[in-house]
């Protein structure tokens, strides 16, 4: 299939904003996709990322800014004239319609001619690989299925931009990881545009070219996967990019950007994100990956080392995931090469980079949403 309205060089969000009443749910989103991009939209529920999606397509006007394509305005050109797809989180098919009626559907409103139409239709049924229940309704398919159905739906009208919000938050496991290789080569095969709303790292960071993450309708952070993964901006980054350890502590020493930061019962040197001082209270962001505990086979890390109990071990097949306790009450996840006993004292590790170490200006908490907030209680 040629997707042959997918050939804009640019879109183009500048300062795009929209407001509830008095609350602003996306301010200030300045973004450039070039033609062939897989971007991804990150952040934690009412973050504004499927607000943003929303203006995009047209469903909801702007409060202020606009939006370009290769230099001319679509904010003002109604949705149906955008030539844009949308893939939503139900499917939103029509239950009482074939598989290939489905799919038809928009083609049918365009009034595109019936030999074309039923060639485009095969095409995209092949494309998605649903040739053997195309005479069948949405309510005889599994939720993969279905969810194949709407995207076939989505690039069968050659959308210059596909829009996807949250697509695979509804299948299982297995499911999403199939689907998520699924969407990958859709997206690579027809050279398609795709910007996706997700609260999902994981599959952000295996899907997209780059990530946009949002907190409070702000942008937070634009990057590539990797820039995310290993330099997040900010601990609210770094708590989506699987820094799961989130720890307030006090700097006792610096030197250059390395810092020792210690609370009670617990010290690590770590990399300082931005310049504190001696005597700062700070925000340490460390994944359970990187905070390991010492053996035979793992030694000490830049001459880093703590010690804590052990709490509960999970077996993740190559390895061990442990929670411990510091002697301070600290709750830890850590990972191991080996399961310690549970009661047991052990040894934790950490590479000092692997240590970020933020200011506390960053963590006020009448900042957090109620969802940070919450979670914030868990850690603690």
């Known amino acids: 299939m040629t997707i042959a309205a997918s050939k804009f060089q640019s879109l183009e969000l500048r300062g795009v904003g929209r407001r509830f009443g008095g609350t602003d749910a996306l301010v200030d989103l300045n973004l450039t996709v070039r033609a062939g991009e897989f971007i991804a939209l990150l952040g934690p529920s009412g973050c504004g990322k499927s607000t943003a999606l929303n203006c995009l397509a ?15 305005r679509v904010d003002t050109v109604a949705a149906e004239n955008r030539g844009f797809g949308m893939v939503f989180q139900n499917y939103a098919l029509f239950p009482h319609l074939s598989v290939e009626k489905n799919i038809a559907f928009g083609l049918h409103m365009r009034k595109v001619p ?10 995209a049924i092949a494309l998605v690989k649903l040739e053997q229940h195309a005479k069948k309704l949405p309510g005889q398919l599994s939720g993969g299925q279905q969810q194949r159905v709407a995207i076939a739906r989505a690039v069968v009208l050659e959308p210059r931009l596909v829009l996807m919000d949250e697509p695979l938050s509804n299948l299982d496991a297995k499911l999403r990881l199939e689907m998520r290789t699924e969407i990958r080569r859709l997206h ?21 070219d780059r990530l946009v993450v949002l907190r409070e309708g702000r942008v937070q952070q634009i990057g590539t996967p990797e820039q995310l993964h290993n330099n997040p901006a900010n601990w609210h980054v770094a708590d989506f990019m699987g820094y799961r350890n989130l720890i307030d502590l006090d700097v006792t020493a610096v030197n250059g950007d390395v810092v020792t930061v210690q609370d009670e019962g617990f010290t690590l040197r770590g990399t300082a994100v931005q310049p504190v001082t001696v005597g700062e209270r ?5 994944r359970p990956e990187d905070l390991v505990v010492v053996s035979p086979t793992v030694p000490v890390q830049g ?9 509960v071990v999970e077996y993740h097949g190559r390895e061990f995931a442990v929670d411990v306790t510091t002697s301070g009450g600290l709750s830890l996840h850590v990972r191991s090469d080996h399961a310690p006993a549970v009661g047991s004292v052990v040894e934790l590790t950490a590479d ?3 240590v970020l170490v933020f200011r506390a200006a960053l963590i006020d908490p009448s900042t957090l949403s109620l969802e940070e907030k919450e979670l914030a209680e868990v850690r603690r």
């Open 58 to 72: 047209g469903l909801l006007p702007l409060t202020h800014g606009q939006i370009l394509i290769d230099g001319k």
């Open 188 to 208: 690579q095969s027809l050279g398609l545009t795709t910007l996706y709303v997700t609260h999902d790292q994981e599959e952000a960071l295996s899907m997209a």
């Open 114 to 123: 019936k030999a074309d139409l039923k060639r485009r239709v095969a095409e």
């Open 303 to 311: 001459g880093n080392t703590t010690t804590a109990t052990v709490s």
């Open 282 to 286: 700070v925000r340490a962001a460390i």
């Open 352 to 354: 000092p980079a692997r």
